[in-house]
Every structure is written in structure tokens, then in C-alpha cells.
């Protein structure tokens, strides 16, 4: 699956469009690098955000590609 969209299906990034422009700005990293938003996110990946005051950095249990509201923090886990 696609970065910007698995940031927006888990709501990591309330919409795709913002989570597209992140990537562009190099506001995003998967494994300590700068991604684009055509990644190809995989399980074990860790993704860093760096919009706001304080970064986010989560680690990708699972994927997949339509989640409901209730349970889209099961994809990820935050990571300190």
C-alpha cells in the first residue's frame, strides 16, 4: 500500500492529500529515510512524522486497505 494513503486509512494524517504533501515537503521518513508518498509501506516498517511540535514514530503491524475508525491504532504501534 501506498504511504500517503496507509497514513490516511490508519489516521496517522487526517486526509491523503495532506499526508501527500507531507511526503513532497520530506516531512516523512520510513527506516530513517526520506520517503516519498509512493512507498510501498510493509509490516516491521517505521514511520516517523515530523509536523507539529513533536514527531511522531510508529512501527507498521499490519496493512491493509480499508480499516474502520474503531480499530485503524490496531495497524500501528507508537514508538519511542
Given amino acids: 500500500m501506498r504511504l500517503d494513503?496507509?497514513?490516511k486509512v490508519t489516521r496517522l494524517i487526517k486526509r491523503r492529500t495532506v499526508a501527500n504533501e507531507a511526503c513532497d515537503?520530506?516531512?516523512i521518513s520510513v527506516n530513517g529515510k526520506i520517503?516519498?508518498?509512493s512507498y510501498d509501506v510493509k509490516?516491521?516498517?517505521i514511520i516517523e512524522i515530523n509536523?507539529?511540535?513533536k514527531p511522531i514514530k510508529a512501527e507498521v503491524l499490519n496493512v491493509t486497505e480499508v480499516?474502520?475508525?474503531e480499530n485503524a491504532a490496531e495497524n500501528y504501534r507508537i514508538v519511542n
Fill in 5 to 7: 494513503k496507509y497514513l
Fill in 43 to 45: 509490516i516491521g516498517d
Fill in 51 to 53: 509536523m507539529g511540535a
Fill in 35 to 37: 520517503a516519498r508518498a
Fill in 25 to 27: 515537503a520530506g516531512k
Fill in 67 to 69: 480499516v474502520r475508525k
